[in-house]
């Protein structure tokens, strides 16, 4: 399986004539074939402008990202993405929806169908597949967004706060959902959050991003073995990495505020 | 998506289905056929008194024919000329699907490149909001100087006054296509056209068609105005014959068979617009009616 | 995409553009208008030349000035007036769901139909006189106004208005203090629509009973082929016309900021 992620250097900077602003300083990572990677920090921080650029979806002002060796340069068939909002096209049916990226690439539709039917039922949305997304709630919304990312076998899965408009059980839910997918079809993946708590609870790895400038601060390897369940929730190590990461967001966050006042 | 207007009262008095039961379901089944009744009884019978306050009241007063004549009379006008009065509307129609054919065709084209070429839309935009808002029937005299008083001056009128609305209706419309989702189209690798095609024009359709609605009635209004001042053929020709001589009941006659075709070709869009609506499953059909 | 510093356009460089193209390509046409004029030798008849029109403007402007003046002041009347009606009617027919029922499928058949041709029925009925251009123009003006309020005055957000029962406001005091606020902007776009309207109205009142105005004078001018005179005409009815359409525009902003302050 491919799908190894080499971050190296990279900038992205935003020149409007007035301000110059850099919403990405230099951020360097790599990710191995099959990690969860939970890219954590607080709004504004550059960390789905970051998510873009991996994704081929806008270019970098410098340093280069190399997928399975290759630069990036622009979207890839082999990444599958997900936003916070799920962005169905209304007028298409849910098993419509999940086929589109398949019509769009051309590949055979029948081949894929199956698999659409089955990513349809392992999301727990038997039945629905006639239904147009107005018909569905917000979080059985994002579900399809999932099989639609999924549909075509990407090795990796780019994910932008996908369950950030979701109401907190549906969040909960869709947390628990994902993991039961990761464990059945293990990818490379990229989740962007500002939750502490999603971010430990999903990933291999939590890369800690602040604003001003956006850098990584940290790179923390989360203690849990796959699969996982709601228990850990409860576990004594869970809530220290979750006091550890909130204590690198906020101490990040106040040298640059005294720098202000100053 | 479509909104419905439910009527004040009914949305600030409490619900009856409060008061429990399942009395309180029928009752609330009843009350929307009454509402749903009341929605078509009231305006027929607006319409009835309306025509025969009209009817008496024109032979009570025994006012002049040359003002007013009774409805039975622009009947009976209707009925006598018929076939005179069906000849007569079929220049108008024609002309009216043509030049609006053609500002179709076109104003879809021209909308189209705009949206393509973000240069072109900032040089030509501005001209096509300002030709919009002129009263262009001024220019009708114009388009006769050009092309004399045959039927090419009428088209060019109606193609003129349809073709503005389709423009701005279309760029408007391709321009709200959502952006995630264009975004998430190019993610998977869709071409610049396929993007177009699978995800801005089908978000652009509502405002198309209420932009064709309007470009409808535009091009009818064309084409009488233009028949006003060729005075040729057509039942605008007809109206401002039958002025002259005084025939109140023809002129009444012709105006109501050419606000029936400007109805019945409205309704056609509009039906146009509801089938693919039912295509698309989703409701397309623009707020207004 | 490859990278590279992502620069994006200056604000400067970019009004440049919003501004330049269009005036550039006014004037490059004006220029090819010109040039295609004189070097193909067209009659003036058939298309005068934009030097041609502004001479007119130097000799018979002071006609075009009153007869404007004459067209605009009528189609300004009626535009006001069919505001007022149009608010009163969108006020009734909002307020009374009874009356809503009963006149809103005529409305809307009024609006769908191509009412120019009642026109010649106006200058019927009421003569050639200025009553029948402003009645006409009244009657096409009205509807936009009309339709438009009452769309904005039943898409009052429920919500509020729920709030307005729960504090036992009254039908009244709810259609006032949230329903006519909230229909502001479907009135103003309404009367946009009434401002083109209104004097298109006048100009085609002028066509069918011309005794007066601009329509009146570029109908006189066709007829001594002075075509020169008619796109001068023209551009005054234009401008008119856009002088008319700021009211509503400007009307809006300021309500705007006097309201929402």
Redesign the interface.
């Known amino acids: 399986m491919a799908g190894y992620i080499h971050v190296d250097h990279v900038k992205k900077i935003y020149d409007s004539g007035k301000d110059v602003v850099e919403a990405v300083s230099g951020v360097s990572f790599v990710a191995n074939k099959g990690e969860f990677i939970a890219i954590l920090g607080p709004s504004g921080c550059g960390k789905s402008t970051l998510l873009m650029m991996c994704g081929g979806l806008e270019p970098t002002s410098a340093g280069t990202i190399t997928i399975d060796g290759q630069e990036v340069t622009g979207p890839r068939a082999n990444i599958g993405v997900m936003f916070q909002d799920s962005t169905l096209l209304p007028w298409k049916t849910v098993l419509e929806n999940i086929l589109f990226p398949v019509k769009i690439q051309r590949r055979p539709l029948a081949a894929y169908r199956e698999r659409a039917l089955e990513l349809i039922e392992m999301v727990g949305l038997h039945g629905f597949a006639d239904m147009k997304p107005h018909q569905l709630s917000g979080g059985m919304r994002q579900r399809v967004a999932i099989c639609r990312a999924l549909v075509t076998n990407p090795d990796i899965l780019l994910m932008d706060e996908p369950f950030s408009a979701l109401d907190a059980m549906t969040r909960d839910e869709m947390n628990d959902a994902l993991l039961d997918i990761w464990d059945r079809y293990p990818k490379t993946g990229l989740f962007v959050t500002h939750a502490i708590r999603e971010a430990v609870y999903l990933a291999d790895r939590v890369l800690v991003m602040t604003k001003r400038p956006a850098t990584l601060v940290a790179d923390i390897r989360i203690p849990f073995d796959r699969p996982r369940d709601p228990s850990i929730n409860n576990r004594a190590e869970f809530n220290d990495t979750c006091d550890q990461l909130r204590r690198l967001i906020e101490h990040k966050r106040t040298p640059w505020s005294e720098t202000k006042a100053a | 998506?479509k909104?419905t207007?439910?009527?004040?009262?009914?949305?600030?008095r409490p619900p009856i289905a409060d008061r429990g039961g399942r009395s309180a379901a029928l009752v609330l089944r009843g009350m929307k056929t009454v509402q749903f009744g009341?929605?078509i009884v009231?305006?027929c019978?607006?319409?009835a008194t309306l025509l025969c306050a009209w009817e008496f009241g024109t032979r009570l007063a025994h006012l002049s024919p040359l003002?007013?004549v009774p409805p039975s009379a622009v009947l009976s006008v209707l009925m006598a000329s018929y076939a005179i009065l069906m000849q007569q509307a079929v220049p108008t129609v024609v002309e009216t699907l043509i030049g609006f054919a053609l500002a179709a065709a076109i104003g879809i084209m021209l909308g189209t490149a705009l949206v393509l070429s973000r240069?072109v839309r900032?040089?030509?935009?501005?001209?096509v909001l300002?030709f919009q808002?002129?009263?262009k029937?001024?220019?009708?005299?114009?388009f006769?100087?050009?092309f004399g008083v045959g039927p090419t001056s009428r088209l060019s009128l109606a193609v003129f006054m349809a073709f503005f609305p389709v423009v701005i209706s279309t760029l408007t419309g391709l321009l709200s296509a959502?952006r995630?989702?264009m975004?998430?189209?190019?993610?998977?690798?869709?071409s610049p056209w396929?993007s177009f095609i699978?995800?801005r024009v089908?978000f652009a359709l509502p405002h198309i068609f209420a932009g064709l609605k309007v470009a409808v009635?535009m091009a009818?209004?064309g084409v009488?105005?233009g028949e006003?001042?060729t005075a040729q053929a057509g039942?605008?020709y007809i109206?401002?014959m039958a002025?002259s001589a005084g025939d109140?009941a023809l002129?009444?006659a012709?105006?109501i068979l050419?606000?029936g075709f400007?109805?019945l070709l409205?309704g056609a869009v509009a039906l146009a617009e509801w089938l693919i609506d039912r295509r698309?499953?989703?409701s397309?059909t623009s707020?207004?009616? | 995409m490859t990278t590279g510093p992502a620069i994006r356009h200056k604000p400067s460089s970019e009004t440049a553009y919003t501004l330049g193209l269009p005036i550039g390509l006014g004037v490059a046409v004006l220029i090819g208008w010109q040039l295609a004029v004189r070097l193909a030798g067209i009659s003036p008849v058939i298309l005068p030349a934009p030097s041609d029109i502004v001479q007119s403007f130097g000799g018979v402007g002071g006609e075009l000035l009153r007869q404007g003046w004459v067209t605009g002041f009528e189609a300004l009347f009626a535009f006001v007036l069919s505001c007022l009606f149009g608010v009163a009617a969108a006020l009734f027919l909002g307020f009374s769901t009874v009356a809503f029922e009963t006149f809103y499928p005529g409305l809307v058949v009024f609006q769908i139909i191509p009412k120019i041709a009642l026109a010649p029925l106006f200058t019927f009925w009421l003569g050639i006189a200025a009553t029948s251009r402003l009645s006409y123009a009244l009657f096409i003006s009205f509807f936009p106004v009309t339709l438009a309020t009452m769309t904005g005055l039943k898409r009052a957000d429920t919500n509020a208005l729920r709030l307005c029962h729960a504090l036992g406001a009254s039908r009244l005091q709810a259609f006032v203090a949230v329903q006519i606020p909230y229909a502001l902007p479907y009135f103003f776009s309404g009367a946009k629509v009434a401002a083109t309207m209104s004097i298109i109205g006048i100009v085609i009142g002028e066509f069918i009973s011309a005794n007066a105005g601009l329509g009146y004078y570029i109908l006189r001018a066709q007829s001594y082929s002075e075509t020169a005179h008619m796109f001068a005409a023209i551009l005054v009815l234009c401008g008119i016309g856009l002088l008319l359409y700021i009211i509503p525009v400007q009307a809006e902003r300021w309500v705007r900021r006097w309201w929402w302050d």
Do not use: K
């Open positions: 998506m909104q207007m439910a009527p004040l009262d009914l949305m600030l009341r929605r009231l305006p019978l607006l319409a003002i007013i240069r900032q040089a030509l935009y501005p001209h300002t808002l002129i009263p029937i001024a220019l009708a005299p114009l006769i100087v050009w959502d995630n989702a975004r998430m189209a190019r993610a998977m690798m869709a396929q699978s995800v089908p009635t009818m209004i009488i105005v006003f001042v039942l605008g109206i401002m002025s109140t002129v009444l012709a105006i050419l606000c400007g109805l409205y698309m499953g989703v397309i707020s207004e009616f």
